[in-house]
Nanobody
Framework: QLQASGGGLVQRGGSLRLSCAASGFTLDYYTIAWFRQAPGQKREGVSCVRWSDGSTYYADSVKGRFTLSRDNAKNMVYLHLNNLESEDTAVYYC???????????????????WGKGTQVTVSS
């Protein structure tokens, strides 16, 4: 199972750190990604880190503001959200997949395992 946490209400320009905890399996051999979905909007792939080479990929909308990191020892993945904008308001989900596809592929087509989301609300 995957469980995202760390969401909340933050002012524009603020920061949050989202956490993704895995239980029942280790994340070492999984590509992990974050997605988000705002009300009435399509799901958007935000960022991912590939297990095979550690490479990270970011959507243009968050590049330079969000940073993904992973701690295999703790079986956790984090998404650091900085300089938040009202457009970042959404439910954020973490997901995992054992296949070795590119980051852009996963962010476009989704992943195999999904966790419950956490709400991020940015107030202006």
């Amino acid at each position: 199972q995957l469980q995202a946490s760390g969401g909340g209400l933050v002012q524009r320009g603020g920061s949050l750190r989202l956490s993704c905890a895995a239980s029942g399996f280790t994340l070492d051999y999984y590509t992990i990604a974050w997605f988000r979905q705002a009300p009435g909007q399509k799901r958007e792939g935000v960022s991912c880190v590939r297990w095979s080479d550690g490479s990270t990929y970011y959507a243009d909308s968050v590049k330079g503001r969000f940073t993904l990191s992973r701690d295999n020892a703790k079986n956790m993945v984090y998404l650091h959200l900085n300089n938040l904008e009202s457009e970042d308001t959404a439910v954020y989900y973490c997901a995992a997949d054992g296949r070795d596809y590119s980051g852009s592929y996963f962010l476009r087509y989704g992943m195999y395992y999904w966790g419950k989301g956490t709400q991020v609300t940015v107030s202006s």
